[in-house]
């Protein structure tokens, strides 16, 4: 155990490669640590099944993870998975869908696919859609929150929890980090391709309808008595009227 522990901190340590495409970058970073990426995240990862609950995933739903990884958030909601139309994992990294397509074989209604999630598109639009510590780590975040907005249908609901700092000065309503706070986990996470400014909770603030706001802090491992903020938000995207339409038939 020790020593699995010991590989993966050095995995960490020595951070993602800076060079190549972002799907090479994962690949290079996960491989490595693919088969323990869930344990030592166990720890790390807050507030995901409470974001999870709630969203109010429910019967005959299609539903639809982004970034989703090795499909570990499934477990969460196991119970509930084959009564829904449908769940779709979206990730870029080949080595945790591997993980993924072993955890979600049980289930005929679960599809793990491997694609960007700025341009993935579903055959149907969903009915609940999320992201789990996965729009720190995508460059191009706001075409990934525009992309779950096509994919929404009218009065679906999007989850989200992540990492965050924020900004000097906050939005309204946000808490207010410490300076010291603001320098550190951004330049801490950085090492690993995690970016946490707070851009991207405004942005989904300013695209979606929003239900609920939550800010904490978690523990880190390894690290005692230091906490890193995160957010959990469920929001809605509105009905729109019909006068434009979308790639789907429906207006945007």
Not at 3 to 29: H, Y
Not at 160 to 174: M, Q
Not at 193 to 199: D, I, N, Q
């Amino acid at each position: 155990m020790l020593r699995t522990e010991a590989k993966l901190l050095w995995t960490l340590l020595r951070g993602q490669p800076r060079s190549g495409s972002l799907k090479r970058r994962l690949e290079g970073f996960y491989a490595p640590q693919a088969s323990r990426y869930d344990n030592f995240r166990e720890r790390l990862l807050h507030g995901r099944a409470e974001m999870l609950a709630a969203l109010e995933l429910a019967p005959g739903q299609r539903v639809l993870e982004l970034g989703g990884g090795t499909a570990r958030n499934l477990e969460f909601y196991a119970n509930l998975i084959p009564k829904l139309a449908s769940v779709q994992v979206v990730d870029l990294c080949g080595p945790l869908l591997t993980q993924a397509r072993h955890r979600c074989a049980r289930w005929t209604n679960v599809y793990v696919t491997e694609a960007d999630a700025t341009v993935f598109r579903p055959p149907e639009q969903v009915d609940r859609l999320y992201f789990s510590y996965a729009l720190t780590m995508m460059p191009k975040w706001r075409k990934a929150i525009d992309n779950a907005w096509q994919m929404l249908k009218p009065g679906g609901m999007l989850g989200v929890v992540d990492f965050y700092v924020s900004g000097p000065p906050p939005t309204p309503g946000e808490r207010v980090h410490h300076w010291l706070t603001r320098q550190f986990w951004p330049r801490w996470f950085a090492h690993d391709g995690v970016y946490l400014e707070p851009e991207r909770l405004r942005y989904l603030m300013q695209r979606f309808e929003v239900l609920i706001l939550q800010e904490d802090s978690g523990s880190i491992p390894y690290l005692p008595g230091l906490c890193v903020p995160y957010f959990q938000l469920i929001a809605r995207k509105p009905d729109m009227p019909l006068s434009r339409q979308s790639v789907y038939g429906i207006t945007q």
